[in-house]
């Protein structure tokens, strides 16, 4: 009964702070995240001294080098960090922001103002950055927020936090507006998802079976990221240089991440021009392709690709290869096994590209261009809380705007109801 007390008492405090929050003024949010980006750098050698800690737990439990990668923290990283806080810092406040006006026949005026959503509550597993991507735009979004961290990353999220709980104290914020459930018991989870009078959103970020015990348990309104599986599609009429070019970017440059490829389609009629070059590049980056009938035919030493893996998010340097006849047949793959994250294609026919994009219904459709680019801070959030999979309130990476609600504000000078 303990943790519980615990739990319900954090709620309360982010509740009860989240009411100065919202009204606390923007230069004051700003200084406080400057304080946050300044300390990143400043206390660098204790923030990867509690990661190097996490990294020996996670290697001795026999995590994969994917999962490490996701979890490791480096010099380069942290600046990296530090300036996503800076960017947030720099992005117009969105809290008080008129949406739309209007003046009705009978003189009132009717504005839709935009609020902070309150209290969000955000579970996430192995990303330390995390900690500070979610702080930073809760904060200048004017939400208090309690952090659940996965436990491989327990003492970089803690140590990220107390390193960023500081600063709010510094700058006069109310310091409950940013919380971290301190425990690494899982029950902890599910009294957190019963506290629907106090929290009023909760965004998971990991896996699926993550997200789904979370959608199951949760007593509160829940935006999701599902699973990010990845498609390209190379058109009969694509530029291949252009695409070998995205095709590895997507798969080699972060394969741990959910916007890198995890299937690739290539039309019939290209397909001896481009995937032998293509497989010589992957395979010298360790990439391990499993292909269709037809790709092994080309590709002689390459596994069977299965029906599970054409519904598999790798979060490795492993790719899934079909041959297709036609755009009809890539769009017909991508509808039955996407998880609606992010697709591309390579095409220099401006026809197809038009039909793609009008024909996929993901968050995020390419042209031309890098699935890898399905990120707050490269769509020019500064950060993101997490990128929705979901079509209700916000869809695609969300930031600083993704995080408020609205409300009317009515002005009148005596009008009565007749």
């Known amino acids: 009964m303990a943790l519980k007390t615990d739990i319900i008492n954090i709620a309360r405090r982010a509740r009860e702070s989240s009411h100065l929050l919202r009204l606390a003024d923007g230069k004051i949010k700003n200084k406080a995240l400057k304080f946050m980006a ?32 996701r979890l490791l923290l480096t010099e380069n990283r942290l600046i990296n960090i530090s300036q996503n806080i800076r960017e ?26 935009r609020v902070p959503i309150g209290v969000i509550g955000i579970i996430y597993e192995s990303r330390p950055n995390v900690t500070a991507d979610c702080a930073s735009l809760c904060l200048k979004s004017g939400n208090s927020s309690i952090l659940r961290g996965g436990s491989l990353s327990f003492n ?12 709010i104290i510094r700058s006069g914020l109310p310091k409950d507006c940013l919380q971290m459930i301190l425990t690494t018991e899982r029950a902890a989870v599910d009294y957190l998802l019963s506290q629907s009078d ?3 959103l909760i965004i998971p970020r990991g896996g699926a079976a993550l997200i789904k015990k979370i959608v199951n348990k949760s007593r509160i309104p829940v935006i999701k990221h599902s699973r990010g599986l990845c498609h390209i599609y190379v058109d009969e009429e694509a530029d291949l240089n252009i695409a070998e070019n995205i095709v590895y970017n997507a798969k080699v440059q972060r394969p741990s991440v959910c916007n890198a490829v995890e299937t690739l389609l290539v039309h019939k009629d290209i397909v001896v021009r ?21 790709t092994r035919k080309i590709l002689k030493n390459i596994k069977q690709a299965t029906e599970k893996d ?3 998010e790798y979060l490795d340097l492993i790719l899934s290869v079909k041959v297709v006849n036609s755009l009809d047949e890539a769009i017909e793959h991508i509808r039955k096994y996407s998880s609606g994250l992010s697709e591309a294609i390579v095409t220099e026919n401006y026809i197809n590209a038009l039909r793609f994009l009008r024909e996929i219904d993901s968050a995020c459709v390419y042209v031309n261009a890098s699935t890898r680019f399905t990120d707050g801070n490269q769509f020019g959030l500064g950060a993101e809380i997490g990128i929705s999979t979901d079509k209700i309130h916000a869809r ?3 930031g600083l705007r993704e995080l408020t609600s609205y409300k009317y504000v009515v002005y009148g000078n005596g009008q009565i109801r007749e």
Not at 156 to 167: G, M, Q
Not at 283 to 294: I, T
């Open 38 to 69: 300044d300390a990143i750098l400043d206390k660098k050698k204790q923030l990867l001294k509690a990661n190097k800690k996490d990294i020996n737990v996670a290697r001795r439990a026999g995590e994969s080098e994917a999962f490490i990668d």
């Open 88 to 113: 947030v810092m720099n992005l117009d406040d969105p809290v008080g922001e008129i949406i739309s006006s209007r003046i009705m026949p009978n003189g009132l005026k009717i504005e839709k103002v």
């Open 156 to 167: 970089s999220n803690v140590a990220i936090f107390k390193t960023l709980s500081e600063c």
């Open 198 to 200: 106090f929290i009023d």
């Open 274 to 294: 481009f995937l032998p070059h293509l497989y010589k590049n992957l395979k010298a980056a360790g990439v391990e392709l499993r292909g269709c009938e037809m």
């Open 310 to 312: 054409w519904s598999t």
């Open 396 to 398: 695609g990476p969300m």
